[in-house]
């Protein structure tokens, strides 16, 4: 017969260690750490170490564990569970490993992968929920880095979860019998309450009034300016849960990769000038799919609750009587302007911000603009590429100042961004001569001339230099050459 491939050096188990007596050797701050671990598992801990270090000595002092002052003797493995050597001197860790491993005792020696009988993984702990990462001893901060990933996608009830599931086992099975229909039960429950902060109890109840049949829900997710990385963990948890994902036309490809692969994607973006998606449609469908025991992800650009007509898909599903819940997001006006360099208020430049929309004719003439044309506050304009001649008007009509500094920021935070600067009075002539394009936000004020010195070049073709005033126009480099030539930068 032949013998089995032998893949894994070391075997993954969980120890069942409340009560039982385990010892450490050593009493500096890795010994610490171990400890700690133990302690959480419930293990009546020994140290052995002629001295002790700070933390260890906290332990002692609040008397969760026991210290023995003196050198490690061969006979103290007998009558412990497990060992675990941290003195760091190779001649004693070797000896502490051959004791327990003729009195038959695991041993696991840090940071000494061939005298371990065990090793200890990176832990995520959700309790009852433990997720452990090993890289066999080998390469121990790629452990801890994936334990890091691992751990960002694990809703923090996670444990809560778990438990609440435990409590209604016994009543599933009663209500469920056939094991198939209760498998597609809990992961149905699972995939339903792990992103949401509904009462998990409460879903398990409405689930098993409706026959074990799914709950369907929504999730107003905002997906930030574009750049995927700043996405909050939460959206992650609900696009990773969603069936389908209903999204904007600015929700970047980037982030739509990194939804559910086997989800629905539906899009329902607007584009300027065109009706191709009314609000009722929008509303109306996410009340179809809810209804029909659908997770659905409503993905929006920037935070849905910013100029992002959250609020009127939120009453529709509440005069539906449908659940949602709202997810934040990074809005574009902080997450354009952060990429810019742009502080959205600075002590010496703006003591507040506004955000507004000049997507239509009668949002412009609906402006308080004397109001918005006092200095020392910032004009953060979303959807007003098509507005920016109404827009440089009303403030100068009411008293803005045409040299008022003024960034255009395109595609922000993505690759293809693009930061123009100038002046307020120089407003139009920038966006025709570059072909400013929607999705572009708009920053009005003193602190616009800010963090100008990231980039270089110029939106107005006028020279730098001796001369040139600080708030010329500036492109970011970091754009595509061949958008930037198509733009005549």
Not at 406 to 420: F, H, K, P, Y
Request: proline share 5%; glycine share 10%.
């Amino acid at each position: 017969m032949t013998a089995p491939h032998v893949s894994m050096q070391f075997f993954p188990a969980f120890l069942r260690l409340d009560g039982r007596q385990c010892l450490i050797v050593g009493g500096g701050e890795v010994a610490a750490r171990k400890a700690r671990l133990l302690l959480r598992a419930g293990a009546v801990l020994t140290v052995i170490a002629p001295h002790l270090g700070s933390s260890l000595e906290q332990l002692v002092a609040s008397a969760e564990i026991r210290w023995e002052p003196r050198e490690f003797d061969d006979s103290d493995v007998l009558g412990h569970w497990l060992v675990i050597s941290a003195t760091g001197v190779p001649e004693i860790e070797r000896r502490i490993a051959s004791a327990a491993a003729a009195a038959g005792v695991f041993c696991n020696s840090v940071d000494n992968l061939p005298d371990c009988s065990f090793i200890t993984p990176a832990v995520i702990d959700r309790s009852p929920v433990v997720v452990a990462v090993s890289s066999g001893g080998v390469a121990p901060v790629l452990a801890r880095q994936l334990r890091s990933r691992i751990e960002m996608l694990l809703p923090a009830g996670l444990g809560k979860l778990a438990d609440v599931a435990g409590k209604w086992r016994r009543l599933v099975r009663q209500r469920i019998t056939d094991f198939a229909g209760r498998r597609l039960f809990w992961e149905r429950f699972f995939d339903t309450a792990a992103a949401g902060d509904a009462d998990p109890s409460q879903t398990i109840a409405a689930m098993l009034e409706g026959g074990g049949s799914p709950v369907g829900t929504v999730w107003l997710v905002g997906a930030g300016p574009g750049d995927p990385g700043l996405l909050t963990i939460r959206a992650l948890q609900c696009m990773q849960a969603a069936d389908v994902v209903v999204h904007d036309r600015l929700v970047s490809l980037e982030v739509l990769e990194l939804a559910r692969r086997d989800a629905e994607l539906i899009s329902v973006g607007k584009k300027p000038g065109c009706t191709a998606h009314t609000q009722e449609e929008i509303n109306a469908l996410l009340i179809r799919l809810v209804s029909s025991g659908k997770r659905v992800c409503r993905l929006k650009g920037g935070d849905p609750y910013i100029f992002g007509r959250g609020g009127e898909e939120a009453q529709a599903l509440a005069d539906a009587g449908l659940p949602y819940r709202v997810v934040p997001g990074i809005t574009a006006a902080s997450g354009c302007a952060a990429a810019a360099g742009i502080p959205l208020t600075h002590r010496d430049a703006a003591q507040s911000v506004v955000f507004l929309t000049a997507h239509g004719k009668d949002s412009v003439d609906r402006l308080d603009w004397p109001s918005l044309a006092r200095d020392r506050q910032t004009l953060a304009f979303y959807m007003g590429v098509r507005r920016f001649q109404d827009i440089m008007n009303k403030l100068v009509e009411h008293g803005r100042a045409v040299d008022t500094p003024i960034a255009i920021v395109e595609r922000g935070t993505s690759t293809e961004q693009r930061v123009l600067r100038g002046t307020l009075g120089q407003l139009t002539m920038i966006a025709e001569a570059n072909r400013i394009v929607s999705p572009a936000m708009l920053f009005i004020g003193d602190v616009a001339r800010l963090g100008a010195g990231r980039y270089s070049g110029n939106a107005c073709g006028q020279k730098s230099g001796p001369g040139a005033s600080d708030a010329d126009a500036e492109v970011n480099r970091e754009a595509e050459p061949a958008a930037r030539d198509s733009a005549g930068v």
